[in-house]
């Protein structure tokens, strides 16, 4: 099966997020949109330790490394393909970490407007 081309914030080629440590739920270090993930790992973060504590208090825990499932674990200044929902969350809680545009994928911009997200890009500036 063809993977489907994706676009970015500003509708050009989806770029990707990383690939050490490998993200996306793919793990193609892509923050793809595919129909069976139900989570949205759409976002591309440049993670904090405030934002990593945050997942973790809320029942995520992206700092343990998880072998059975080839994740290392993340560490301040990793990129990540996070969940939608929970970059809103930490926005809402002041927390939310920078993003790279390039590399988040459009589908964002249907629950978060481009104006917010410019807020937080560091592809920007």
């Known amino acids: 099966m063809k993977k489907k081309k994706e676009f970015n914030v500003f509708g050009n080629e989806l770029k990707k997020c990383s690939i050490n440590p490998l993200t996306g739920f793919l ?4 923050c ?3 129909p069976n993930d139900i989570g949205k790992h759409i976002i591309c973060a440049v993670v904090t330790e405030d934002f990593l504590k945050f997942s973790l208090e809320k029942g995520n825990d992206l700092i343990t490394p998880r072998e059975e499932f080839s994740f ?3 560490v301040d200044g990793d ?7 929970r970059w809103i ?5 002041n927390c939310a970490p920078k993003i790279i545009l390039e590399s988040t994928n459009k589908e964002v911009l249907k629950k978060v407007k481009i104006q ?4 937080f890009a560091i ?3």
């Open 27 to 30: 793990r193609d270090g892509c």
């Open 32 to 34: 793809s949109s595919p």
């Open 72 to 74: 290392p674990g993340l």
């Open 79 to 85: 990129r990540w393909c996070l969940c939608l929902d």
């Open 89 to 93: 969350e930490a926005h809402d809680n």
């Open 116 to 119: 917010i997200l410019k807020r």
């Open 123 to 125: 592809d920007l500036n």
